[in-house]
């Protein structure tokens, strides 16, 4: 009888590290490509040839996109312990431009200080605003035509100020292209029966620093605090979204343009779907750390409703985010490339505790940790619809629970509907365990006609340990590409049966992974089955 492994125990496989290189900015232009290197061997680090960026210079790696860890130069030598992203830093070598302190000279208050600066904007300059007690403003369209290049720092100095929103039909703030805001120690406050989120970013870019928080609007349409149009930029460093609501998006509604959130809180918004966050199809939204907890949806995505792009490079979405139906955490109807980070302790009442994948939507797990989200349904960590592709190359799913099948990992089938296009890639060193559904250790569930992917190329498994069980009366694992060393990787959640490999035509290398009875000698085919 074949020993069954514990899969945190460290085998004697083959185990290579992806290191990719991020460029750190939307205005750089080329590429350098990932490297893949085997455990315990070092990578020389590349330059920055491959990458152009005007009026910058390129001055280092680090592994966090704030530049706030380790430096690395060019040519140093590096051994990854993990999948490991390196983020290049840059150093500006273009004109400035000059800094205007815009003082209680130029006006009494922030509407006649805006008003100056309307009248008097020049390109390539920075206009700085240090805000008096109980500010008041209807709305601002920072906006100035056949100019670029602007910057408005609005700053509550020590101790913090506020601005009131006196309207309720405009945003407090419309950012135009080529205008840049920047907030610093301010507290925005909105309206409840407002009809406008309450930083509206068309084409040009809001920057909310430490000591920022946007609250208190209700906005009957999308984005309750910030809305994100006409390739905007919103880059969050810090400070909190709390407290608003939306039809969707009740924190941030990312339209088209890119959302880049570094640090900071997003809690306690909420919406009819995307309680945090909602992603369009033309929205990019890369997390690098913060966290977006406790937001809640009425229907779908409590944390993050994504049918955009989001690339989750750190961060963790987790700590309370809830939705009455699906993806507790995050619901994913675009691309989601996850890194590194945490999606943990969401709940849902239908399907996807953690995240659910749907319809023609693609997951790519590459790192970081899917753990402790609860379903009162199907799939407590991740639920992979019909149509859709989930694929898991490193980290872990662990300590989820549903109240139905797929403690860690549902993915959908249905009996007698032989191709129900629900896809799970597996590879690396993927790990799934300790995970429970309605019935005790339930980790990945393969319903009818469902199976999993072996990864190949960089992503073949290496290291990999998967707790599987199959629908009853169906036994297939993997339906073909898999190899007699794969058996080591996959451990059914039923101590009565056991994984085996099973050839196809004599192809040792290209047969099938089947679950048996443990006294059974010889597998049955999947014809004499079913």
């Not at 210079?57 to 690395?72: A, N, V």
């Not at 029966?193 to 309450?198: D, F, K, Q, W």
């Amino acid at each position: 009888m074949q020993k069954l492994l514990d899969p945190l125990v460290a085998q004697e496989d083959i185990v290579f590290f992806k290191i990719t290189f991020n460029a750190n900015a939307n205005d750089v232009e080329g590429k350098i490509d990932s490297i893949n290197v085997k455990a315990g061997n070092s990578v020389k680090l590349p330059d920055s040839k491959g990458f152009t960026r005007k009026d910058y210079t390129f001055t280092c790696w680090t592994t966090d996109r704030r530049g706030s860890e380790k430096q690395y130069a060019a040519g140093d030598e590096y051994i990854p312990k993990r999948n490991t992203t390196f983020y290049a830093q840059w150093e500006r070598t273009g004109i400035h431009g000059p800094v205007v302190n815009v003082t209680d000279e130029f006006g009494e208050n922030l509407i006649e200080k805006l008003k100056w600066i309307e009248e008097n904007a020049d390109s390539d300059t920075t206009y700085v605003i240090v805000l008096n007690d109980g500010e008041t403003l209807a709305a601002s369209e920072l906006t100035y035509s056949g100019k670029s290049n602007i910057t408005i720092q609005i700053s509550g100095g020590e101790g913090g100020k506020s601005i009131n929103l006196s309207a309720s039909d405009k945003p407090l703030f419309t950012i135009g292209k080529g205008v840049t805001l920047e907030l610093s120690e301010v507290t925005l406050k909105g309206k409840e029966g407002n009809s406008a989120s309450l930083v509206y970013v068309e084409g040009g870019e809001l920057i909310i620093n430490g000591g920022v928080t946007i609250t208190g609007n209700d906005n009957k349409y999308n984005g309750g605090a910030v809305y994100v149009a006409n390739d905007g930029t919103f880059t969050m460093n810090g400070g909190e979204i709390s407290g608003n609501n939306a039809v969707l998006g009740g924190g941030v509604y990312v339209y088209s343009g890119t959302f880049n959130m570094n640090d900071g809180e997003i809690s306690n918004n909420t919406a009819q779907s995307g309680g945090g966050v909602y992603v369009a199809n033309d929205g990019t939204f890369t997390m690098e750390s913060g966290t977006i907890s406790g937001n809640k949806a009425t229907v779908n995505g409590g944390g993050v409703y994504n049918s955009g792009t989001f690339n989750m490079e750190g961060g963790e979405i987790g700590g309370g985010n809830s939705a009455n139906a699906n993806g507790g955490g995050v619901y994913n109807n675009g691309a989601f490339i996850m890194t590194d980070g945490k999606i943990s302790g969401n709940s849902a009442n239908a399907n996807g505790g953690g995240v659910y994948v749907d319809i023609n939507s693609e997951f790519t797990m590459n790192g970081g940790e899917i753990s402790y989200n609860t379903v009162n349904g199907i799939g407590g960590g991740v639920y992979v619809n019909r149509k859709s592709e989930f694929a898991m190359y490193s980290g872990e799913i662990s300590g989820n629970k549903a109240t139905g099948s797929g403690g860690g990992v549902y993915v959908f089938g249905v009996e007698g509907e032989e191709n129900p296009d629900s896809k799970f890639i597996a590879g690396g060193t993927a790990k799934v365990f300790e995970n429970n559904g309605g019935n005790g250790l339930n980790n990945v569930f393969l319903d009818w006609w469902s199976y999993i992917t072996p990864g190949e190329g960089a992503n073949v498994p290496n290291g990999m340990k998967i707790y599987v069980q199959t629908a009853e009366g169906f036994s297939v694992i993997v339906f073909k590409g898999a190899t007699k060393e794969m058996e080591a990787y996959f451990i059914s959640d039923e101590p009565n049966k056991k994984v085996i490999f099973q050839p196809q035509e004599e192809e040792q290398s290209n047969g099938q992974l089947i679950m048996i009875w443990n006294e059974f000698e010889t597998p049955t085919t999947p014809e004499e089955e079913i």
